[in-house]
């Protein structure tokens, strides 16, 4: 699947919930499908930077796709982490690179966190994103 239907098919999930106390609940269970990192990966050098909460993102290159893998301390975090990962997982560098994240706003996720929350989806999304860059510059 391309980076644009995943979106769309986790707009439609989200659409389904009536209220944010059900989207919460949906994002814990996505949390807990992650494809868990090795701990040998549960560094300081993957951790991001600008969270609250622990997350460690590891990202590989494997038939010029970069598939990631993530945990965290936290059960809400864990679920971002998780949205994120479906979305850019198993993409080309460039495809991540070029990608929009307004789909984080259609489902309302952003205005739903505390703002040290909301900064650290930013920061997630930003270091998704140095992973693609790095990767694609290694491709060229």
Same mark, same amino acid.
């Given at each position: 699947?391309?980076?644009?239907?995943?979106?769309?098919?986790?707009?439609?999930?989200?659409?389904?919930?009536?209220?944010?106390?059900?989207?919460?609940?949906?994002?814990?269970?996505?949390?807990?499908?992650?494809?868990?990192?090795?701990?040998?990966?549960?560094?300081?050098?993957?951790?991001?930077?600008?969270?609250?909460?622990?997350?460690?993102?590891?990202?590989?290159?494997?038939?010029? +796709?970069?598939?990631?893998? @993530? #945990?965290?301390?936290? &059960?809400?975090?864990? %679920?971002?982490?998780?949205? *994120?990962?479906?979305?850019?997982?198993?993409?080309?560098? +460039?495809?991540?690179?070029? @990608? #929009?994240?307004?789909? &984080?706003?259609?489902? %309302?996720?952003?205005?739903? *966190?505390?703002?040290?929350?909301?900064?650290?989806?930013?920061?997630?999304?930003?270091?998704?994103?140095?992973?693609? &860059?790095?990767?694609?510059?290694?491709?060229?």
């Amino acid at each position: 699947m391309t980076i644009t239907e995943i979106k769309d098919e986790i707009i439609e999930e989200f659409a389904m919930f009536e209220d944010w106390e059900e989207r919460y609940q949906y994002m814990i269970d996505l949390g807990k499908t992650l494809p868990l990192i090795d701990e040998q990966y549960k560094t300081e050098d993957n951790i991001i930077k600008g969270c609250q909460s622990k997350v460690w993102v590891h990202a590989d290159l494997k038939d010029n +796709k970069i598939a990631f893998t @993530a #945990d965290s301390d936290a &059960i809400i975090t864990k %679920g971002i982490i998780a949205i *994120l990962i479906r979305v850019f997982s198993n993409q080309h560098p +460039k495809d991540i690179i070029e @990608a #929009d994240t307004s789909f &984080i706003d259609q489902i %309302g996720l952003k205005e739903h *966190l505390s703002p040290t929350r909301a900064n650290g989806l930013v920061s997630m999304i930003k270091q998704i994103k140095m992973y693609a &860059i790095a990767y694609q510059t290694q491709l060229n």
